[in-house]
């Protein structure tokens, strides 16, 4: 089941200003239909928590990859 959140709530869940999540993470990061919603084509916006949890994630694990010689990837 996922868990829905408004930009405020979000804003309290990862620690960011909600202004920062609609000004610069929203539609450049943060993408409308797999990180968000806009419920009945209105006007009010619903984040999908797990689909921004794993975004955030996937970042952090990227930032802590060592490229290899021979294709793979060192987590450190």
Do not use: C, Q
Not at 10 to 29: F, G, N, Q
């Amino acid at each position: 089941m996922a868990i829905y959140l408004t930009t405020e709530e979000l804003a309290e869940r990862i620690k960011y200003d909600p202004r920062t999540i609609r000004e610069r993470l929203k539609d450049s990061v943060l993408l409308e239909g797999h990180h968000y919603i806009r419920p009945f084509n209105g006007r009010k916006i619903l984040y999908i928590w797990e689909e921004v949890e794993e975004e955030m994630l996937s970042h952090s694990r990227a930032a802590l990859s060592i490229p290899m010689a021979n294709g793979g990837t060192i987590y450190g």
